[in-house]
């Protein structure tokens, strides 16, 4: 007979067999196939858009066990940051890799997250580049500028002297003030782009 735990969805045998219970990461050859063939779906915004929304719909799945995507977020993080590091990509490319990083982020966690971003020094100007052509008031790639203020905030905590770096920006302000002045200028968004911005400040 059914218990009254297990009719009210409170037992433990209810959120087994409702499959909440896992033990790894089950569709993560659906994941890695999805983040593979993203230039594919360019031209098709039918397709994009499911594939976009079955990717949300499987990482919420693990809000409550985030420890399940651990070991193989090296592998998805990397697949993604190969299109936003490739000059190649579009403009479209570049934004769809940062949202689906963003989706990432916040299932895992941020300060989870970024551990596994590239954060050689050699990416701190790229990045930092990219950080200050973005449009602060375009609300579809705010994902974008949420995680490059993370992806910053990691690479400074690098035991480097980043004053090595201004000999090679040719009359530019000091690379610390650039990113003090960009971090700044997004404490002022109400939106999730101030909490990054105060993360990276607090560096």
């Known amino acids: ?13 209810d959120t087994v067999r409702k499959g909440t219970v896992l033990d790894h ?5 659906e994941v890695s196939q999805m983040i ?4 594919a779906l360019e031209n098709d915004l039918v397709v994009l858009e499911r594939a976009t929304e ?19 977020l090296d592998e998805m993080i ?43 020094v050699m990416d701190l100007q790229p990045a930092l580049e990219m950080m200050k052509v973005q449009d602060m008031e375009d609300h579809k790639t705010w994902e974008t500028r949420y995680v490059l203020l993370l992806w910053v905030s990691f690479i400074i905590i690098i035991p480097f002297d980043l004053s090595r770096l201004d000999g090679s920006l ?21 939106d999730k782009t101030q909490d990054a911005a105060g993360y990276l400040l607090a560096r």
């Open 36 to 39: 593979t063939t993203l230039p």
């Open 25 to 29: 990461f089950v569709e993560k050859d």
């Open 170 to 190: 040719q009359g530019q302000a000091p690379i610390v003030d650039q990113i003090m002045s960009v971090a700044k200028g997004y404490l002022k968004k109400a």
């Open 1 to 13: 007979m059914t218990s009254e735990k297990e009719r009210n969805g409170d037992g433990i045998e």
């Open 54 to 72: 079955r990717f949300i719909v499987i990482l919420d799945r693990y809000q409550e066990q985030p420890h399940l995507l651990d070991p193989h």
């Open 78 to 120: 990397e697949q993604l940051f190969q299109y936003v590091k490739d000059p190649s990509s579009s403009q479209w490319l570049f934004h769809l890799a940062f949202k689906y990083l963003y989706t990432l982020s916040k299932v895992r966690g941020p300060k989870a997250m970024v551990r596994h971003f590239s954060h050689e």
